[in-house]
């Protein structure tokens, strides 16, 4: 299996300022289609997940382009420009490239 | 709108069956790949079973295999969770969802509880 982790997981911010979360595969999520199903989640206190971010660095619709991902093959990143309020939340990266899919354990950020 | 309704959970006693529920409306139900993922109390996400459009392909963490089986009725615009010999490491908020890995928007419900407890 496909074991993700992440760093780091618990990031205090402060408003306005920017933050940066890694993610790590085990092994490549090059799929052999070409692309790399690598995934963002933000899940904001009592509320289900919400995809940002797909194959990388695709955001989603309604997504704010404060947040970016980047990265390649094993390695990538999610960075928030300017840390918001509504920002506070756990966020976790999904694999979609190999069975089964796997998370990483989650980045609580919070405000400082 | 868009919606994934679930239903079923409760609150069962080590080694009971229980079948969860996942209503979609607003949503082509049947062109999508439907997935559940739990999350137990404080903790994270963990993918629990996908299956195919057409149901043709199902796909299980390897936690639950042969105990958890994955159903669909595009008919009905619904999908299950088949959950036997429940354990109380199985006790979890369970998610249905949409979970694409491209553009077209992925989607969750709010989740239904499932405890086991004695």
């Known amino acids: 299996d496909v074991v993700m982790t992440q760093s780091p997981l618990s990031l205090p911010v402060t408003l306005g300022q920017p933050a940066s979360i890694s993610c790590r595969s085990s092994q490549s999520l090059v799929h052999s289609d070409g692309n790399t199903y690598l995934t963002w989640f933000q899940q904001r206190p009592g509320q289900s997940p919400r995809r940002l971010i797909y194959?990388?660095?695709n955001r989603d619709s309604g997504v704010p382009d404060r947040f970016s991902g980047s990265g390649s093959a094993t390695d990538f990143t999610l960075k928030i420009s300017g840390v918001e309020a509504e920002d506070v939340g756990v966020y976790y990266c999904m694999q979609h490239t190999h069975w089964p899919l796997t998370f990483g354990p989650g980045t609580k950020l919070d405000i400082k | 709108e868009v919606q994934l309704e679930e239903s079923g959970g409760t609150l069962v006693q080590p080694g009971e069956s229980l079948t969860l529920s996942c209503a979609a409306s607003?949503?082509?139900?049947?062109?999508?790949?439907m997935t559940w993922v739990r999350q137990a109390p404080g903790k994270g996400l963990e993918w629990v079973a996908t299956?195919?459009?057409?149901?043709?392909?199902?796909y299980y963490v390897d936690s639950v295999k042969g105990r958890f089986t994955i159903s669909r009725d595009n008919a009905k615009n619904s999908l299950y969770l088949q959950m036997n010999s429940l354990r109380a490491e199985d006790t979890a908020l369970y998610y249905c969802a949409r979970v694409t890995r491209g553009s077209a928007s992925t989607i969750w419900g709010q989740g239904t509880l499932v405890s086991v407890s004695s």
């Open positions: 607003g949503v082509p139900f049947s062109t999508y790949w």
């Open positions: 299956i195919k459009e057409d149901g043709g392909e199902k």
């Open positions: 194959k990388i660095s």
